[in-house]
C-alpha cells in the first residue's frame, strides 16, 4: 500500500506548480493509504484536505495544521475521533461511513471551537438511541450535523435531555489497533465471501488483496510495452541505416541455401524436439528471416521469389526446417520454351507449370498466330 512520500505531495500539487510551503489544498483519495504522515511537514498552510477512500485507521500528524478549514475522511477505517485538537481553525469534518461505534470520543472535539458541520452518517455510533440529541448538546458550537440544520428547538430539547452528560471513560487514538489475527484470517479468505464481517481488518484486507492484483496487472501491461520496444530495437537491429537488409545469424544455426532450376531451397538445421511454435518464419521476395527462440536468422536471396507460393515444412525425423521458394523468373523461361515448340507441346507445358506452381498463362501465349487464316 503507498505511503504518503514528498514525491506524491508534488506530484497532487501540480496546479501549485509542485510548491508545498504555501499549498492550501490537496486531494489525497483512493490511494489506499493507511497513515497520515509528512503533512505537516511539508503543507503546513492546508485548508482544504481531501483524503477520503484510503485505509486510514487514526487521525493524526494534522496537529500543526493550525489554518485547516475543512477535512474529508469519509470511508476510511477511523474508529476514534482524536488528533485534531490542534486544528484551530477547522470548520467542517466528514468522517462519513467509518467505523465510529462509541459516543465517549465526540467530546474531543470540543477544543475546535470554530467547527460548524459534522458527519457522522454511516457509523454504528448514529444507531444509539439519542445519539444526534447527545453530539448536539456535546459540541454546542456546531449547526449542521448530518447535513441537517440543527434548529433553535433541537438544541432546546438535547439541553433537557443532557443536562448531565453521560461520564464516558476517555477513548484516544492509542486504544486504536488493528486486530492481526482477524487480519490474517480475512487476507486468507474468499474475498467474495458474504460472510465475512464487514471491519476495518477485512477492508483493509481487501484492499491490500486489490493492490496485489492492480500491482500484477501492471507488470504484465509494463512487460507488453517492454516487448514493444524490444520489437522496435530489433527493427533498428536488422536494416541498415539505408533500409537495406542485414545478414544475420544470431543462434549461429546450420543451414544451407540450394539453388534448384526454378525454385530456391533453404534447410535449416533444427533439433528435433525443438517445439514448432517457438518458430516464426517470414517470406519476402528478396529476403526470408526465421526467429527460432528469440534468435534471427535473416538471409538476402540471390535472386526474386513468390512469397505467396512457398511452402515451409518441418521434418518429422530430423526436426529440420525446409522452405521451398519458387523463382519469381521461371515463367519467363517457360514462356521463351513455349516459343520454340509446337501447338500441343505449348498448352502441355502450360498446364504442367500451371500445376506446379499454381500461376496463370494468359491464354493468347497458347496460340501460335501462323496455323490463324487471314482475314479476307
Known amino acids: 500500500m503507498p505511503p504518503i512520500t514528498r514525491e506524491l505531495l508534488r506530484k497532487r500539487a501540480e496546479h501549485n506548480d509542485g510548491e508545498l510551503s504555501n499549498l492550501e489544498e490537496i486531494t489525497l483519495h483512493q490511494y489506499d493509504i493507511e497513515k497520515i504522515e509528512l503533512l505537516d511537514v511539508y503543507c503546513r498552510n492546508l485548508k482544504i484536505l481531501y483524503l477520503q477512500s484510503n485505509q486510514i485507521l487514526k487521525i493524526e500528524g494534522l496537529g500543526k495544521l493550525k489554518r485547516l478549514e475543512y477535512l474529508n475522511l469519509a ?16 470548520k467542517k469534518l466528514d468522517l462519513t461511513v467509518n467505523f465510529i461505534e462509541a459516543l465517549n470520543s465526540i467530546p474531543n472535539l470540543r477544543h475546535n471551537e470554530n467547527l460548524k458541520e459534522l458527519h457522522l452518517t454511516g457509523n454504528p455510533c448514529t444507531s444509539i438511541e439519542n445519539y444526534r440529541h447527545f453530539v448536539i448538546e456535546t459540541l454546542s458550537q456546531l449547526t449542521h450535523l448530518d447535513g441537517i440544520l440543527i434548529e433553535k428547538s433541537e438544541r432546546i430539547k438535547s439541553h433537557q435531555d443532557f443536562r448531565i452528560l453521560p461520564d464516558f471513560p476517555k477513548n484516544t487514538n492509542a486504544d486504536v489497533k488493528i486486530d492481526e489475527k482477524l487480519l490474517d484470517q480475512a487476507l486468507h479468505a474468499d474475498m467474495k465471501n458474504d460472510s465475512l464481517p464487514y471491519t476495518p481488518e477485512t477492508r483493509l484486507a481487501t484492499a491490500r488483496e486489490t493492490a496485489k492484483l492492480r500491482a500484477e496487472k501492471d507488470k504484465v501491461r509494463q512487460l507488453g510495452s517492454l516487448s514493444e520496444l524490444s ?11 539505408n533500409g537495406k537488409i542485414l545478414q544475420m545469424n544470431e543462434g549461429k544455426y546450420d543451414f544451407n541455401l540450394i539453388d534448384e532450376d526454378n525454385f530456391l531451397i533453404l534447410d535449416l538445421a533444427l533439433s528435433k524436439f525443438l517445439d514448432s511454435s517457438l518458430i516464426k518464419v517470414e517470406i519476402q521476395s528478396e529476403f526470408i528471416r ?14 526474386k521469389v513468390n512469397e505467396l507460393e512457398a511452402v515451409a515444412q518441418r521434418s518429422q525425423t530430423t526436426g529440420h526446417l525446409v522452405l521451398k521458394m519458387p523463382k519469381l523468373h521461371q515463367i519467363k523461361n517457360i514462356k521463351s520454351k513455349i516459343s520454340k515448340t509446337n501447338a500441343v507441346e505449348k498448352e502441355n507445358i502450360v498446364v ?9 498463362i494468359p491464354f493468347s501465349s497458347t496460340t501460335d498466330e501462323s496455323e490463324v487464316p487471314p482475314l479476307e
Not at 470511508?75 to 477547522?90: K, P
Request: aromatic letters at 0%; one cysteine or more.
Open 75 to 90: 470511508l476510511n477505517n477511523i474508529q476514534v475521533i482524536d488528533g485534531l485538537q490542534g486544528c484551530e481553525s477547522l
Open 231 to 241: 520489437a522496435v530495437k530489433r527493427k533498428d537491429r536488422i536494416l541498415e541505416k
Open 290 to 303: 526465421v526467429e527460432v527462440k528469440g534468435k534471427m536468422l535473416q538471409l538476402l536471396l540471390p535472386e
Open 352 to 360: 504442367n507449370i500451371m500445376e506446379k506452381v499454381n500461376v496463370e
